[in-house]
């Protein structure tokens, strides 16, 4: 369902690619941007998640950790002030800072079924793998008792099954995605646990 329909597929200048936000800057834009600490952290999980997945699989440089880690932080920050313009807000930003198209197509191809815009390179389509997953497994490590300590596959998949649990995250979403990432959901599942639990 189109709720938040970008109505393109292109998205920066293509004489802008290898520009990159600085981390500062892409803080001090999350600080400006997003009052809800519990989205804030949610959003450094993601990027969190990007970095490492950039780094131990893709095996990419720093310049393309940086790029993807970029991609992370900022791709929820218009939900907050503007959530009925969603994702457009940040978008339309990162077009008038000049930053590079791929980390501009990957923000916005982050839920396909909202914004209409298809997740095209390895990028895009982890950063929306790991984004409803990213926040299930932190509403799950809330009601644990020793929080990520001890969390495992299993217990995320039993939590997947329940249908009242964190009823907002779609786990239409989440299937949909490791498939086009090509990856299991119990690989995505361990490497989030891993690399989440201290942001």
Not at 76 to 105: G, N, S, T, Y
Not at 147 to 164: H, P, Q, T
Not at 169 to 198: C, K, M, N, W
Request: glycine share 6%; hydrophobic share 40%; proline share 3%.
């Amino acid at each position: 369902m189109l709720t938040h329909d970008l109505g393109r597929q292109v998205f920066g200048n293509p004489a802008n690619a290898g520009n990159i936000i600085s981390l500062q800057d892409a803080n001090q834009l999350l600080d400006d941007w997003v009052k809800n600490e519990s989205l804030k952290r949610h959003m450094r999980q993601v990027a969190a998640l990007m970095k490492a997945w950039a780094r131990e699989v893709e095996k990419l440089d720093d310049i393309g950790q940086l790029k993807w880690e970029t991609a992370g932080l900022l791709h929820d920050a218009d939900w907050d002030q503007w959530p009925d313009d969603h994702c457009k807000r940040i978008v339309e930003e990162l077009e008038k800072r000049d930053i590079d198209p791929e980390i501009i197509h990957a923000i916005a191809s982050h839920g396909p079924r909202f914004f209409g815009v298809e997740p095209v390179t390895t990028m895009d389509k982890m950063l929306y793998a790991f984004d409803e997953l990213s926040g299930f497994i932190h509403a799950y490590s809330l009601m644990r008792p020793t929080g990520y300590e001890g969390m495992d596959i299993k217990g995320v998949r039993k939590r997947l099954k329940d249908k009242a649990f964190a009823a907002q995250v779609s786990r239409e979403d989440i299937a949909d995605a490791a498939q086009r990432a090509g990856r299991e959901v119990d690989e995505l599942i361990a490497f989030a646990i891993t690399h989440q639990a201290g942001v």
